[in-house]
T-cell receptor, first 111, second 115 residues
Framework: GQQLNQSPQSMFIQEGEDVSMNCTSS?????WLWYKQDPGEGPVLLIALYKAGELTSNGRLTAQFGITRKDSFLNISASIPSDVGIYFCAGRPTGTYKYIFGTGTRLKVLA | GAGVSQSPSNKVTEKGKDVELRCDPI?????LYWYRQSLGQGLEFLIYFQGNSAPDKSGLPSDRFSAERTGGSVSTLTIQRTQQEDSAVYLC?????????????FGPGTRLTVT
């Protein structure tokens, strides 16, 4: 079946550092979504990407839709303590309405 | 505007009992999804509703799981004869359409604990 690999699984960083995480798939995707989930909450949509090569920012967050359409990355610049949480990517393969979710990147920011 | 709401937020039930979980999608959203999230895991697709079309039930793990969506709005996920392995957070999401733009917006989830 289709697989989505997200890395890293977890990371500890110092406040002010930049963070990068990525997702790769075994098939071509039409859409990439990035979510953040806080404990006890549902995932909150951060960025949506619809075109290969698309680069989109949301404040300190920047995400790109890979040109091969099989990967995406999310960057967080100048991290702050409230960036702590689990970040999920989700991709929608061609010809389907279902999203496949990555296993998440758990981010911990050290003040 | 109001986001996706789910109830109850927490549910503790005894093994073998039936439970019903409710989802109120964002008004006007025609697509509705149910997912299951086990501790520390990603999201597992359960079922998808789109307008008046037949739902895609391909993700339901067993015939103890069922869901319905009345009037194209509220959805109920029912788990019969609950088992301990059913313990998880059940998330509902809705989207405006089934094609781009099709961002899914999630509710806060229902945390189900089967004792």
């Amino acid at each position: 079946g289709q697989q989505l690999n997200q890395s890293p699984q977890s990371m500890f960083i110092q406040e002010g550092e930049d963070v990068s995480m990525n997702c790769t798939s075994s098939s071509i995707f039409n859409t990439w979504l990035w979510y953040k989930q806080d404990p006890g909450e549902g995932p909150v949509l951060l960025i949506a990407l619809y075109k290969a090569g698309e680069l989109t920012s949301n404040g300190r967050l920047t995400a790109q839709f890979g040109i091969t359409r099989k990967d995406s990355f999310l960057n967080i610049s100048a991290s702050i303590p409230s960036d702590v949480g689990i970040y999920f990517c989700a991709g929608r393969p061609t010809g389907t309405y279902k999203y496949i979710f990555g296993t998440g990147t758990r981010l911990k920011v050290l003040a | 505007g109001a986001g996706v709401s789910q109830s109850p937020s927490n549910k503790v039930t005894e093994k073998g009992k039936d439970v019903e979980l409710r989802c109120d999608p964002i008004s006007g959203h025609t697509a509705l999804y149910w997912y299951r999230q086990s501790l520390g895991q990603g999201l597992e697709f359960l079922i998808y509703f789109q307008g008046n079309s037949a739902p895609d039930k391909s993700g339901l793990p067993s015939d103890r799981f069922s869901a319905e969506r009345t009037g194209g709005s509220v959805s109920t996920l029912t788990i019969q004869r609950t088992q301990q392995e059913d313990s998880a957070v059940y998330l509902c999401a809705s989207s405006l359409a089934s094609g781009p733009p099709d961002e899914q917006y999630f509710g806060p989830g229902t945390r189900l604990t089967v004792t």
